[in-house]
């Protein structure tokens, strides 16, 4: 059963796991929780049938921002992610974009990926700290990414983009859907997963259809039970 705590001390810990029929329960759990105060331990076990237990062990602390905090797409996108078959992951570079606490990248890292997590100067310091909680120096890079601007140079060509709760401030979405573009170098598969909360959002896919179509990922059994809590993971394409 899924766990819940809150306004906990830096040494306390919220413990939370990711099985196929809490995915709803998750979800609703989680929008409901308070990161308010000081920062917080957060370790989450994704299961999977025929594969040990993954666990990521996050800092959480909204002082920064709401990115950093763990929100509901990301456990969804982290859960998609550890469904798939290994051997997807291999040789592959992944990149994530608005990553916050660097949950789902670190989730692919975990994976096998070599990954770049990537977000906002405030955000930097917490990615880092999560990446070395995990033990994941050697597979998964922080690097500053806005979106709008170039993609920094020492960011590879990914082959799979991962974005997760991205769409929350409209005042960013035309640089969002500019950022998605320009890192359509290698043709990536782009998995993003969204929380339809405010009538605005859909100014942001009124941007995005204009460079890219999706379609719904109908591959994940969870499909149907995230829907109803205004959850949905999509693929992107882009527009010829």
Do not use: H
């Amino acid at each position: 059963m899924l766990q819940q705590q809150t306004d906990l001390a830096f040494s306390d810990v919220v413990e939370e796991t990711v099985r196929d029929p809490q995915i709803g329960e998750l979800v609703s759990a989680l929008s409901g929780q308070d990161y308010s105060g000081q920062e917080k331990t957060m370790r989450l076990t994704f299961m999977k049938p025929s594969m040990e237990p993954l666990v990521v062990t996050l800092s959480v602390d909204a002082s920064p921002g709401c990115g950093g905090i763990v929100w509901p797409a990301g456990q969804v996108l982290s859960n998609y992610l550890v469904r798939r078959d290994r051997s997807f992951f291999q040789d592959k570079t992944i990149l994530e974009l608005g990553s916050g606490t660097g949950l789902v990248g670190i989730v692919a890292a975990k994976l096998g990926a070599n990954v770049w997590v990537t977000d906002q100067a405030p955000l930097l310091d917490i990615m880092r700290q999560n990446v070395l909680r995990n033990n994941l120096s050697s597979r998964c890079t922080v690097a500053e990414l806005n979106w709008g601007d170039p993609i920094p140079a020492d960011i590879p060509a990914p082959d799979v983009v991962l974005a997760a709760d991205c769409v929350y401030f409209e005042p960013v979405f035309p640089l969002l859907v500019q950022t998605l573009c320009d890192i359509y170098e290698k043709k990536p598969e782009i998995l993003f997963c969204y929380k339809k909360r405010r009538k605005a959002d859909k100014r942001f896919f009124a941007m995005l259809k204009k460079k890219f179509t999706w379609e719904q990922v109908m591959d994940d059994p969870d499909r149907e039970i995230y829907n109803r809590d205004s959850v949905t993971l999509v693929r992107l394409y882009r527009l010829k």
